[in-house]
């Protein structure tokens, strides 16, 4: 177990008057990156979509947003909005999910997205072993699930020895080549230590390790281990946050596991677009203010919504001057 120290009472607490609390996360907000944000149009009900998304991120002064669906690449739609409305702050990337829509773990279509200015690659989510494997356990359904399709099949990454399959070294390899994120979406956090091995030794020089509080078991020692072995660590704010239909933790939960991770390997993202909740924006309003309230100072918490998040994904020339 790490041994982690939360401040009780934060900068956000004592005199500070409310409207200069709100003054201080509307400055944090400029220059924000999103870089896991569930917008449409989906096969999975959406409350806002990709355009949406950008228009209001734009308005709150984000510097960018990474779109993610579990069935397909959105790299089209961001191409769409970057050459229809260059009125927009935010800059929208996309990503893609290796589920059983696309193939799997398939070459040609994380070269597509690579190829489309794509970001992030996400390994198996509601296709990993480990999420069919969560569902059966918990039962609890994953909110994109649906009866729209025929039912998920596994996807390994193994081999019986525990040896990385061929064809994840062979995607691999496309995320280095590339440059590009390997995120581990729904491997469970055992299976994340190994690929992320394999991947550090195949030449990947981004690597995320996505929400270790829910589905992958993450312990805060692994978050410390990954985190020193140079991947940084997601955390899905609307896990954390009062009013989330998503709530699993709370505020010194989210506290331990960047405490165990450090600072500058943490960064957040809202896992948000779903009906039903606060949208996105609203999401960081919150997850700032919860940090501040954990005692993390307004430099430490731009470094996890916006400078740490740039630098996971290599656009740091991209984020607009703060002033």
């Known amino acids: 177990m790490v041994s982690v120290k939360i401040s009780a009472a934060g900068p956000a607490q004592g005199s500070e008057t409310e409207a200069a609390i709100e003054h201080r996360i509307d400055k944090l907000l400029v220059g924000a990156i999103d870089p896991h944000v569930h917008s449409g149009p989906s096969i999975a009900p959406r409350a806002l979509d990709h355009l949406e998304l950008a228009q209001q991120a734009s308005k709150a002064g984000f510097a960018a947003v990474v779109t993610k669906d579990h069935d397909y690449s959105g790299v089209m739609t961001a191409e769409l909005i970057k050459r229809h409305h260059p009125e927009l702050k935010t800059k929208v990337y996309s990503s893609i999910a290796l589920n059983n829509v696309v193939g799997g773990f398939n070459p040609y279509a994380v070269e597509h997205t690579a190829a489309m200015g794509g970001k992030v690659v996400w390994f198996p989510t509601l296709a990993a072993e480990n999420h069919l494997r969560w569902e059966r356990e918990s ?14 099949v596994g996807i390994p990454v193994f081999n019986a020895d525990k040896s990385v399959r061929d064809e994840v070294k062979e995607v691999i390899d496309v995320i280095a080549r590339n440059d590009m994120v390997l995120a581990s ?139």
């Open 139 to 152: 039962q609890r359904s994953h909110p994109a699930s649906t009866s729209k399709m025929r039912a998920a």
């Open 185 to 323: 979406g729904h491997l469970h956090v055992s299976e994340t230590w190994i690929v992320f091995e394999e991947a550090k030794r195949r030449g990947v020089k981004r690597m995320t390790l996505t929400h270790p509080e829910d589905i992958v078991d993450g312990s805060l020692n692994d978050v410390k281990g990954l985190a020193a072995m140079g991947a940084f660590v997601e955390h899905s704010l609307c896990m954390f946050l009062d009013g989330s239909k998503f709530k699993i933790a709370d505020g010194p939960d989210l506290g331990h596991y960047i405490e165990a991770a450090g600072v500058e390997q943490t960064v957040m993202c809202s896992d948000l677009g779903q009906p039903g909740v606060f949208g996105p924006i609203e999401g960081f309003r919150r997850g700032i203010r919860m940090c501040m309230d954990l005692g993390y100072s307004d430099d430490q918490i731009r470094k996890m919504v916006s400078t740490n998040t740039a630098r996971m994904l290599g656009i740091e020339a991209d984020l607009p001057a703060v002033q």
